[in-house]
């Protein structure tokens, strides 16, 4: 099986193509790189995927599904990544799965070797955190506290209780953390353990608040 992966749940952010298993091309812009190429006029998404599958030495007709980071994380950075895939599939009727970001984040630190009690955070804005905690050792990790939105209050009881802490700009709020950016390379390893392929609307991103619209007040007609 031949995968595309999109993470853009970062400003880290990366596309990879692999195939069983075996990684054979990544791209990985920050920042100002992902802005529309001048000379070209493409978005960085699609200059990052022809940069992947160039270093892949693939064609897009080869590649059989695309995976993507769903978050929590940057709202847009996900969307941008839910509509480059939802346009493959359209185009070419690729295979989609989503992966949530923080097992990607999980599954990085497996790969960097940080073991034991590790908890991983998401900055959720409003002085909040996305936050899940795994038990990672060299063989296998497990979530043993689920994805939720927490107080800085309560990361900063984790750090002071000198619990691994690891995420993007994790230091940014606390010095001794770790920092870690989910990577395509790593969501493709793991496409290939999940079987729940679905289509392309069914896609969404992972968003624990519930939205809340306040509807604008009725504007009073204007006298002539």
Known sequence: MTILALEFSSLQRSVAVARAGRVLGEVIETGAGFQPDQKTGATGAFSMVEGALREARL?????????????????????????????????????????CSVDCLAAQ???ERVFGRVNVIVDA?????????????ADRWSAIEPLQIVTMGEIQSRAEAREILIGPAVTRWFPDGRMMFPRAATLARLAVQQDGLVAGERLEPIYLREANFVKAPARKPTAF
């Open 59 to 99: 064609e897009r007709e080869q590649i059989e599904v695309l995976a993507v980071g769903l978050g929590p994380g940057s709202y847009t950075g996900v969307r941008a990544a839910l509509a480059v895939a939802q346009g493959w599939q359209l185009a070419r009727g690729a295979r989609l799965l989503g992966v």
């Open 109 to 111: 630190a497996q790969a």
């Open 125 to 137: 804005q409003r002085n909040e955190f996305y936050l899940a905690t795994y038990e990672i050792s």
